[in-house]
C-alpha cells in the first residue's frame, strides 16, 4: 500500500462549481498535513497546511480525520486559474521526511 | 524573494556518462532534498541533507549519490547514468528544524535530464 494515495482525476469541473479532493495515508504516526499545488511544468508550491480542526483559506477549506487517515481539500466557486494538478503531503515524525501524493489534477472548464 | 536555482533546465546525456545536478538556495535553509517526478509516481526523495557535510538515503537512492559541502549548495550525482534515470529532478529547501515545523518546501524550477 503506498504512504499516500490520492486518485489522479482528471476532475472536470465547470467554472464556479465546488470540488473535493481526498487523500489517505498510511501511517497513523503522521504528524502534519499539507495540500501544495503543481501547475504544467512549474514546481509544486504550497497551498496550505492541514489543521486538526479544519483550516479555510479564501474558496479553499482542508480538512483531517486522523480516525480514517484521510485529509481532503473542498475548493469553491471554481476558477479556470485552479487548474492544476493539486499534491498531498504528509510528513511522518522520526523519518525527517516528506512524502508526497502523485497528485489530483484538476481542470476547470468555461 | 525566495530562491532555490537548479542549474540546468534541460540536459541530454548519454548512458554511462556522469551527470552533476547542482542546487543552489539564497534562504540560508538548513534542509535540502532532492527529488525526482515521474508521471503516475509523483514525486519521490532521493536523498536529504539536514546541515553541510550530512546526508540521508531517501526513498530511492540506488544509482545516486550527493555532495553538500557549502550550507547553500546541494548536489545530485549520477555516477554512470542510465536510461530509468531520465526524469524531472527538483530540488527543494526548508527552514530550519524539521519540515514539520513550517510545512513550506521551496521548490526550484526543476532539471529535466534525458538519458540517451
Known sequence: RKEVEQDPGPFNV???????????????ASQSFFWYRQDCRKEPKLLMSVYSS??????????????????SLLI?????SD????????????????????GTKLQVIP | ????????????????????????????????????????????????SYDVKMKEKGDIPEGYSVSRE??????????????????????ASSSPGLPSNTGELFFGEGSRLTVL
Not at chain 2, 556518462?17 to 535553509?29: I, N, P, R, S, T
Not at chain 2, 535540502?32 to 503516475?40: K, L, S, V
Not at chain 2, 542510465?82 to 527538483?90: D, H, V
Open chain 1, 83 to 102: 487548474s492544476a494538478t493539486y499534491l498531498c503531503v504528509v510528513n511522518t515524525w522520526g523519518y525527517q521526511k516528506v512524502t508526497f501524493g502523485t
Open chain 1, 54 to 71: 479544519g483550516n479555510e483559506d479564501g474558496r479553499f477549506t482542508a480538512q483531517l480525520n486522523r480516525a480514517s487517515q484521510y485529509i
Open chain 2, 1 to 48: 524573494d525566495v530562491k532555490v536555482t537548479q542549474s540546468s533546465r534541460y540536459l541530454v546525456k548519454r548512458t554511462g556518462e556522469k551527470v552533476f545536478l547542482e542546487c543552489v538556495q539564497d534562504m540560508d535553509h538548513e534542509n535540502m532534498f532532492w527529488y525526482r517526478q515521474d508521471p503516475g509516481l509523483g514525486l519521490r526523495l532521493i536523498y536529504f
Open chain 2, 70 to 91: 557549502k550550507k547553500e549548495r546541494f548536489s545530485l550525482i549520477l555516477e554512470s547514468a542510465s536510461t530509468n534515470q531520465t526524469s524531472m529532478y527538483l530540488c
Open chain 1, 76 to 80: 469553491r466557486d471554481s476558477k479556470l
Open chain 1, 14 to 28: 465547470p467554472e464556479g462549481a465546488t470540488v473535493a479532493f481526498n487523500c489517505t495515508y498510511s501511517n497513523s
